[in-house]
């Protein structure tokens, strides 16, 4: 099993400009999570996906982002316009279905290092 | 709803030291408690985890036991290494309407071990 797989591991952008950074679950995991990090508000949770729909999208912190998962294998997470207080680490995690959701936690990604000038 | 709360850090501890970092919650039900860590440049790794009342979790050294009356689930290891230099989130889940499956963190303890 590869594990969740983001792409791309690092972007720098300009401030303005549309970024979309992208995410592929482990194949059978029926729930998807975008966070994000930073040194100042921590771990996150941004919006989170069961079955392809989205369940929670509280943490999303304004109109600019915005997610997509079109499939259960490939999901998005768009800023439009960025600004340079996006940039954070942004991390994408999947988990099995249903009880084996909290028996195992989630399976975290190497994350996307997103820097915005 | 949901919160965990973890011990003020940073940590900084010599190799070969004992290691408690604190970790207490508030949730409904009967919620799942895990440890992940989270190594430089990485993402988050489940480190150990407990299900239910008593359990104790373990692996790699470390280990946590889940303690209802307290509301605990405190991490500990009784020999670090400069190697468990990490940041360190404690977090739970609970079953049950729109927070199924749901992952409530903590803030995260920074850990550095010295030679």
């Known amino acids: 099993d590869a594990g969740v797989i983001q792409s791309p591991r690092h972007e720098v952008t300009e401030m303005g400009q549309e970024v979309t950074l992208r995410c592929k679950p482990i194949s059978g995991h029926d729930y998807l999570f975008w966070y994000r990090q930073t040194m100042m508000r921590g771990l996150e949770l941004l919006i989170y996906f069961n079955n392809n729909v989205p369940i929670d999208d509280s943490g999303m912190p304004e109109d600019r982002f915005s997610a997509k998962m079109p499939n259960a294998s490939f999901s998005t997470l768009k800023i439009q316009p960025s600004e340079p207080r996006d940039s954070a680490v942004y991390f994408c995690?999947?988990?099995?279905?249903?009880?084996?959701?909290?028996?195992?936690?989630?399976?975290f990604g190497s994350g996307t290092r997103l820097t915005v000038v | 709803g949901d919160s965990v709360t973890q011990m003020e850090g940073p940590v900084t501890l010599s190799e070969e030291a004992f290691l408690t970092i604190n970790c207490t919650y508030t949730a409904t039900g009967y919620p799942s408690l895990f440890w992940y860590v989270q190594y430089p440049g990485e993402g988050l790794q489940l480190l150990l985890k407990a299900t239910k009342a008593d359990d104790k979790g373990s692996n790699k050294g470390f280990e946590a036991t889940y303690r209802k009356e307290t509301t605990s689930f405190h991490l500990e290891k009784g020999s670090v290494q400069v190697s468990d230099s990490a940041v360190y989130f404690c977090a739970l889940t609970s079953a049950g309407g729109t927070s199924y499956g749901k992952l409530t963190f903590g803030q995260g303890t920074i850990l550095t071990v010295h030679p």
């Open positions: 995690a999947s988990s099995r279905p249903g009880i084996d959701s909290i028996n195992y936690g989630y399976t």
